[in-house]
């Protein structure tokens, strides 16, 4: 009984200690800003062509060098053997089998004979990549003939100054002056190309591997994109716009060409028809071509794809599938079943992209997976298919596709994810002033606790033509880890709910998406979820833009991020890229009714004096998209009328903010700014609208 009694304590304490690591492993925590660079970002899957083995892209942040690096992977059909199989210091990326399945081609600005981003070949029975091609100019893209003997390449005519530049630092010369730039063009800027110049083109080439000739596919002066090789490998198809003035008509048309150097192209669909900039699909048997389609110009900010087939003898005219218009849904990346009775696409529907195919004899759609679902980058070879898919509370993966379900393939997430204790996400729907059905999302704080109020930030996206869905966001999950609860609303202009929803706002911004988020805020507030005194609201692009219009329109938020947005409309017109949208949507300013219009969607910045939310405003110091004069001059305004704002402005940034201690500092910008109005100030009691 002695020793029982002095042994006891001991085990005691052990089962003690053993509990409290064991709790120590399981514990969860929010997520931080540090767990960005540990993300794993998979995108490019592609299925080798015996089914066995999928090569894909994995990009990652380097915190320390500030910058971002992608390299090639591979992972088996069945899961086993996950790896790494490039690491050059440039990065690579668009891995592509040859279809014998000897070599993994794949392009890189890695050292080698030739500069710039060039073809490179791994031999899949050993041994180191070799530089392939020895391009000048900008290569864009390649595609594989089926016998694997030549390659398809897209390449941009080359800079000449740029490239006497590159030569005369070789030789220790000094750089020239760069010289006045020119413009000549209707359409004459692009956020991340810069300024459109004119006499520079896109064309197709044909590459042979074995003697490695290089020669053009046709002898046009008009740019080409996505070339697509016949099953046979004998022809071509291809997007080309052979408009008057493509800038005005910017609406390509679907060609074919014999695969052989200065062959004539065939046009195969007519000016009504609108084909997407997507590589176009041919039916096993070379007889077919299915694409997608725009819509007319008047509605481009708002357009579905549509699916569309072509005979490719030219016999008959190009026509949408009627049994997949019927589904009033974007849809994309469609191909050939293996025996050509159906075509394969996804499908935008109400937060979810859902795989669908359609039967060509019956006209029947299946739908393959059940939403909520969110699935990308759909490919396959043989009986192998794979999907990109993650989810609310899931990091994107490679998964397979097969038999209606998914079984997860890569696993480069899952240990950051099985530490983190994550806001939960909720499908929510509620009328509009309206009557308009309108659907969101709500994020949870992390360990929300039922019945609570909370600080509620409204975040919006940008497009319009876009939609929150059911994806991993950083944003929200950052938001959440800090005690807010994030809604994110598809307002009416958003994908995904038909085309008298998207195109609902046409002419007339900031009216039914403003009266669309309004409605859902107060239906979160009816919840009981919202603290209705501690309301903030913020977006980027179009999401900064409906946040000028939402404090122009309403005191009840009290702080405000905007980044990348316009408020005084008619200034942008030729100052930054949608001089087609509106010259074609709205009109030009000096049409009388255009300037009533104009005026219209101006408030935020002609009625400035009703705001009074404290509003952070952000940009990109080049974009071209959404130029920085629109945060200026909505800054300044908040400035003289003597309201709490800033300015921030990000060095050498285009549109999309990309140099990751950028990405982080607008998050903690974010952050600070919120905080500030909604956690630490008084909280105000009363609200009133202004519009």
Known sequence: MKMFTQKFPRVLLLILALATVLSAQTAKRPFKLDDIPRLREVRDPQVSPDGKAVAFVVSTIDAKEDKSSAHIWQVGMDGKGERQITAGAEGESSPRWSPDGKYLAFTSSRPGPAKGNQVWLLDRSGGEAVQLTNVKGRLQSFEWSPDSKRLALVIGDPDPEAEANEAAKETGGKPKPPKPIVIDRYKFKQDGQGYLLSGRRSYIYLFDIATKKLDRLTSGKWDEAAPSWSPDGGRIAFISNRNADADRDPDGQLFVADARPGATEKPLTAAGNRPGRSRPEWSPDGKWIAFTEGDEKKYNAYSLSHLAIVATDGGSA????????????????????????????????????YPAQVNLASGKVERLLAPPVVVSSWESAGDSSVVLYGGNTKYTEVYAFEKGALRQL???????????????????????KDGTEVHGLLTYPAGYVKGTKVPLLLRIHGGPNGQDQHSFSVERQYFAANGYAVLAVNYRGSAGRGQKFSRAIAADWGHYEVEDLHAGVDHVIKMGVADPDRLGVGGWSYGGILTDYLIASDTRFKAATSGAGTAFTVSYYGADQYIIQYDNEIGPPWNPKSWETYQKLSYPFLHADRIKTPTLFLCGEKDFNVPVSGSEQMYQALRSLGVDTQLVIYPNENHGIRRPSYVRDRYERYLGWYDKYLKNAPAATTSSSAR
């Open 410 to 432: 890569t696993h480069l997430n899952d240990a950051l994810f099985a530490e983190l204790d994550l806001g939960q996400t909720e499908a929510v729907s509620f009328k509009s």
């Open 318 to 353: 190009a026509k949408r599938v009627d049994a997949v218009e019927a589904l009033d849904r974007g849809v994309s990346g469609p191909t050939f079943s293996a025996d050509g009775k159906s075509i394969r696409f996804l499908v935008t529907d109400d937060q979810s992209v």
